[in-house]
């Protein structure tokens, strides 16, 4: 109870940011982890909250100190110190994970990432994918879940950045109901040429 009622505090504080009113429920965190084991770690999660996605990547035997947790709120980032101190909590924006090592340089498995995408512009969303993949050994994908019936990265950015999103599922039991989506590099996209974009072009083709 008071984890919700600290999650409406800081929705009402801050709604474009936290962007739902009460945290995501554990039908949605079994969802967006049902494709993940430990052969996925380390793992790293956007937008962690509460925690609720990170306890439930530690029920399925991902070691904590293998889990990178970002989040930019610094209350909720220092809940989620004192629950999990063998994790590597950044407090920090999503779109600078590039400028961050992580893992003493070992690529991750995947990204669960629980940010409001679709309140987001572009260049902000450009920025968050190009990093979290620049984070990821081939074969890594990015689950994110939405509120929406789409996947909440338009398909112009997907293309652009050599990217697929395949439709996980969706459950009813959470607040709103939410769908998941897993986002991984095209096969016969290069790494190299998948994240070369400019500002302008980026600007015009998108936005």
Known sequence: ???QLGFLRNWVSAPVRVAAIAPSSKALAALIT??????????IELGAG???FTRRLLEKGIPEEKLAVV????????????AFPAASVLCMDAARLREVELFGGERGGAVVSGLPLLLMPPLQLARILRGAFSHLRPGGAF??????????VPRAILERFGLRARYIGGTLANL?????FRISRKAEAPAAEAFQLKRRSLIAGVA
Do not use: H, K, W
């Open 1 to 3: 109870m008071n984890e």
């Open 34 to 43: 049902s494709d993940l084991s430990p052969r996925d770690a380390p793992i």
């Open 50 to 52: 509460t925690g609720v």
């Open 71 to 82: 989040e930019f709120d610094p209350g909720f980032a220092r809940r989620l110190r004192e």
């Open 143 to 152: 689950y994110q879940f939405t509120y929406g019936p789409r996947c909440p």
């Open 176 to 180: 709103p109901p939410a769908a998941v």
